[in-house]
């Protein structure tokens, strides 16, 4: 049974943090190859969504995450970032149920707010379908081609 947790960093246990970082790392160093500097200063600034499952030992570990970092830190608007899912939940449609989530999360925490991602471009199909759009051309980021989008602010 998964478990949906929102937080912000300061309400977040040491192990909570730990573990963020080791599956940060596991995906985006070593699964992806990509030597950068993932503890960014931001996730002090940021909602952290994070999904918990248990393993067939009833243990619990981290399936899918991301974060919302602050409008105004990276850029105007709020941004959603670090997005994973455990090699195991891929394909499952749990990162479609992330994006959705923190969708939400934001429109309920700054209401008319657009939101903006820098997206590696071969999730640019998985992005346009949820409403993301293409803000400006491709550029390398820490060796992986990026493109930022954005998801314009809903009407009321």
Known sequence: MMHWQWSKFEDLSPTD???ILKIRQEVFVLEQ???YLDADNLD????????????DKNKQYIS???RVVYPGLKYKEPAIGRLLT???SRRTGLGKQLMIEALAKIQTEYPGSSTRISAQTYLLDFYTDLGFETINEPY???GIPH???LH???KT
């Open 17 to 19: 943090i730990y573990q």
């Open 33 to 35: 190859d990509c030597a």
């Open 44 to 55: 002090i600034s940021a909602w952290h969504l994070i999904v918990w499952d248990k393993n």
């Open 64 to 66: 899918a995450y991301l």
């Open 86 to 88: 455990d090699a195991k």
């Open 140 to 142: 390398d980021e820490d």
């Open 147 to 149: 493109i930022e989008m």
């Open 152 to 154: 314009q602010a809903v």
